[in-house]
């Protein structure tokens, strides 16, 4: 309905409301300009602008409002609409792009920015995420120019092409698993034995008698086809006999080095350096190795470091409990047999504990209870015990005596009481091996002391003592799935209390202890019982006189026993949750040199772990 049509209608109704509403509207209309829009026609494409967005239609609905936009610029409304849902779907546009990066898809990722910067020419976010495509877009080429390296063993060129890319961006998923896979082969390198020829396995056969050493590994080395290079102090008078039969090369070598004092080092494949053991620190490089400890305390990783070893060179770090060391290589892989032996799970076990207090009480009563005492007395008008008034003491005769018995003149008792109650504690303590456990249930009593100098000044401080049940448990896993457990259990009590003439108030404590060690198997439970407290007590009422008499004295006493029996009974079961599990034979057992001759192990010998930018492969068979 437009304006003009809804001002006709109302000039029908010929009322003079309807005349002064009808000019107020055309005044209205006046003043709207098209520039602001309708409220009638033009609101309904608002309102079907809005829908589109709502159902999905986006790109449509906001087509429609950038129309209106244009055809009323002056409507707020139109605009604000406008500037949100330009504004949301930037950032959607921009979000899906972030996602496609981080997904390594850049060419897609800087089509959408370029459409968002289409939208928005200054989007801050769009701007920085073309940086950050090109960026991508070069690592991306470095990583592919280190993979060809690294396909063609140029592991130099490879870890630093990879070190640019992580100095720039330390979150590059692809860069991090290069890296790895890099240190990963150097591991490997750095643990297997280099590559020699196969000749060094082919059988020799050696009968020599004081000849000049070099002359053996000549023979050695025209036998297998290997070089020799000798250090310069390796004197050519060298003598040296050895005899040897179908020997492989590898073993006569290391039998000569040994019997005259010589270590070797292995160049390559097939050469192989000899020199005296006096000049071992000139060839011998040394290692570090960080050792991070799981279990075993970083103190005893380095006492034992240094007593099985011999390593000087050892720091350790308690805050992260790493030990560092500094040796050769046969020294650094005997550490890590030893650190693998002994940095174990550390056992730990379930004790379920019992604590009972068994009170036992039997009491007896039976007999006939007479009256225990009788009395004699007056009783006047005014019926108070023991007062007359002086007319009555006049007039005193036996209507004003007073003869009382106890009530009730007899009584025949007959009680049998027996109780049995039981307090229990019933904790569980999860412990680990050779630590100790505490547990107390009970009450810290306050003890006020008031101590007094030569001044005469009187001082007060308190101090608490524990009483109820207090146990102490240190248990101890064998490795046949048995623990031997100390048990330390005091049960103690306040028994009375005593108040001196100055107001200070003690206890008296009655306690009992227990203290054993037991051994036990997984699941057994053990009863420690026996810790008795007894207390009796016995009553006789008597008639004096009849009470004796043969036969009858029976009917002229009530005797009364009472019997208190207090028991505490302990019940300790032990689950092991894990116990230890020894290490490898390979990690207990293996050699460790030879002791006062400094070589190298057969089939150990040194190769240092590549640094970055200095990584060499095994020459090949």
Avoid: W
């Avoid at 709207?32 to 608002?46: A, I, K, R, W």
């Avoid at 490879?158 to 896979?181: C, G």
């Amino acid at each position: 309905m437009t304006l003009s049509l809804f001002k006709q209608r109302l000039m029908t109704v010929g009322s003079k409301s309807a005349i002064c509403l009808s000019i107020m509207l055309g005044i209205q209309s006046c003043s709207l300009t098209p520039n602001q829009g309708s409220h009638f026609g033009v609101n309904d494409e608002f309102i079907q602008a809005k829908q589109l967005i709502a159902y999905g239609n986006a790109d449509e609905g906001i087509k429609k409002l950038r129309q209106l936009t244009q055809q009323y610029p002056l409507n707020a409304e139109y605009r604000n609409t406008l500037k949100l849902q330009d504004d949301l779907k930037l950032a959607e546009l921009v979000q899906s792009a972030e996602s496609l990066l981080k997904q390594n898809k850049t060419t897609e990722a800087e089509a959408i920015y370029r459409e968002v910067l289409a939208l928005d020419a200054k989007n801050q976010r769009a701007l920085n995420g073309l940086k950050k495509v090109s960026i991508a877009q070069k690592h991306q080429s470095l990583l592919n120019t280190a993979k060809q390296a690294m396909a063609e063993d140029d592991v130099d060129t490879a870890r630093a092409l990879i070190r640019v890319v992580l100095a720039e961006d330390a979150s590059d998923e692809e860069a991090r698993q290069l890296f790895e896979q890099l240190d990963e082969e150097a591991i490997k390198q750095f643990h297997a034995t280099p590559k020699i020829k196969t000749a060094f396995k082919t059988p020799v056969s050696l009968e020599f008698s004081n000849t000049p050493i070099k002359s053996v590994f000549d023979y050695i080395g025209r036998a297998g086809d290997i070089n020799f290079s000798f250090d310069r102090e390796l004197s050519d008078s060298m003598l040296t006999s050895i005899t040897l039969r179908d020997t492989p090369i590898s073993d006569a070598i290391d039998t000569i080095l040994t019997t005259n004092q010589l270590g070797k080092k292995i160049i390559n494949a097939n050469t192989l350096l000899i020199y005296p053991l006096s000049r071992k620190q000139e060839y011998e490089e040394l290692y570090v190795r960080s050792f991070y400890l799981n279990n075993m305390d970083a103190k005893q990783a380095m006492a034992l470091i240094k007593t099985v070893l011999r390593v000087e060179d050892v720091y350790i770090d308690e805050t992260l409990n790493t030990l560092v060391m500094r040796d050769d290589l046969a020294s650094i892989k005997t550490a890590e047999k030893l650190i693998a032996s002994q940095d174990l799970v550390e056992p730990e076990v379930m004790l379920e504990v019992e604590v009972m207090e068994v009170n036992r009480r039997n009491l007896e009563n039976i007999g006939l209870r007479y009256p225990t005492q009788a009395s004699l007395g007056v009783r006047g008008e005014d019926d108070v015990p023991g007062q007359l008034s002086i007319t009555e003491l006049k007039q005193f005769n036996s209507d004003l005596g007073v003869f009382k018995v106890s009530d009730p003149l007899l009584a025949l008792n007959l009680l049998h009481k027996d109780t049995d109650t039981n307090l229990l504690a019933n904790p569980k303590i999860r412990v680990k091996n050779r630590d100790t456990a505490k547990i107390h249930v009970g009450d810290r009593v306050p003890v006020l002391t008031s101590v007094s100098n030569s001044t005469g000044f009187v001082s007060q401080s308190i101090s608490y003592i524990e009483v109820g049940i207090k146990l102490e448990v240190e248990p101890t896993i064998l490795i046949q799935d048995q623990v031997s457990i100390q048990v330390k259990l005091e049960v103690s009590n306040i028994v009375d209390q005593i108040t001196s003439s100055s107001g200070v108030v003690a206890y008296t404590i009655g306690s009992r202890n227990a203290d054993t060690t037991l051994q036990l198997k997984d699941g057994e439970t053990q009863i420690l019982a026996g810790l008795f407290k007894d207390d009796e007590q016995n009553t006789t009422y008597k008639v004096p006189g009849l009470s004796s008499l043969p036969l009858i004295g029976r009917f002229f006493t009530d005797e009364g026993k009472d019997t208190q029996k207090n028991e505490i009974v302990l019940l300790i079961t032990p689950r092991i949750l894990h116990n230890i599990v020894p290490a490898n034979a390979v990690y207990t057992t293996f050699p460790s040199g030879i002791e006062h001759a400094e070589r190298t192990l057969p089939g150990q010998p040194m190769r240092p772990l590549p640094a970055a930018g200095a990584y060499s492969m095994a020459p090949p068979e």
